[in-house]
């Protein structure tokens, strides 16, 4: 099962709470939340704040795409899935990204959350602009996107 | 055709796009080339906004990410995908 969503910070924040109410199932006993936050400093850089822009199709299919990856590599029953990422601009300590995943057993989810956050890095276009202390800012190299 | 601009090629126009216009058909490869010029005429021959576009991946008008050799339909909508890090 699996939920994706690009959330607009101009109308919404991402909540854990959301995330709870999709994963809880009786039939998964062991549930991780990997939680994206913006920090303070890059490269001896103050920053306070961060601008994510995305290209909301592509990021929902590549989502999808990589969800049915993740079924064909690891096929653990009853897993659920819940990928929201940030659009626009947000302050330090807020959330970019959530995943929350939940399995059968700890070493699957532990698997699972990791390989959905390494591949979402690799395939889901989304950029980001870093915001300085000095006034200056500037968008993250970053790697050319990967397709399967 | 319409060029979407998404991270940081959106620094290459105060709009969300650029306009060019090519010949029916023009391939990826011919609009890589057209968006280089349109930087060495508006930003001095910036090599850094040239390596963001040679470095680029670009999606056609039905959201897929295309080749080099993928010909441009008339009044296509492209949107060029700079090097990616999201999370």
């Known amino acids: 099962m699996l939920h994706t969503r690009v959330v607009d910070i101009t109308k919404e924040k991402i909540e854990l709470i959301r995330a709870e109410k999709f994963i809880t199932s009786n039939k998964c006993g062991a549930s991780i939340y990997f939680v994206g936050t913006v920090r303070d400093s890059n490269n001896s850089k103050k920053v306070i704040s961060m601008t ?29 899935v819940f990928i929201e990422h940030i659009k626009g601009k947000i302050k330090l300590g807020e959330i970019s990204i959530l995943i929350a995943v939940a399995c059968k057993h700890r070493d699957q989810a532990y698997e699972l959350s990791r390989f959905f956050i390494e591949e979402i890095k690799k ?3 989304v950029w980001k602009k870093e915001h300085y202390k000095d006034g200056d800012s500037e968008w993250l190299e970053g790697n050319p996107i990967q397709k399967d | 055709m319409k060029l979407e601009l998404y991270g940081a090629s959106r620094d ?41 576009v040679n470095s680029s991946a670009f999606c056609s008008g039905k959201d897929v990410i295309v080749s080099d050799n993928y010909k441009i339909s008339n009044n296509e909508k492209i949107g060029i995908i700079p090097p990616i890090g999201g999370g």
Do not use: M
């Open chain 1, 123 to 125: 395939k889901t276009p």
């Open chain 1, 52 to 80: 994510y822009d995305s290209h909301d199709t592509l990021v929902i299919k590549s989502f999808e795409e990589i969800y049915q990856s993740s079924i064909k590599k690891f096929n653990f029953d009853n897993s659920v």
């Open chain 2, 12 to 52: 290459f126009c105060k709009e969300n796009f650029i306009n060019f216009n090519l010949e029916e058909k023009s391939t990826i490869k011919k609009l890589r080339v057209a968006i280089i010029k349109f930087i060495e005429v508006n930003f001095k021959d910036n090599e850094g906004y040239k390596k963001i």
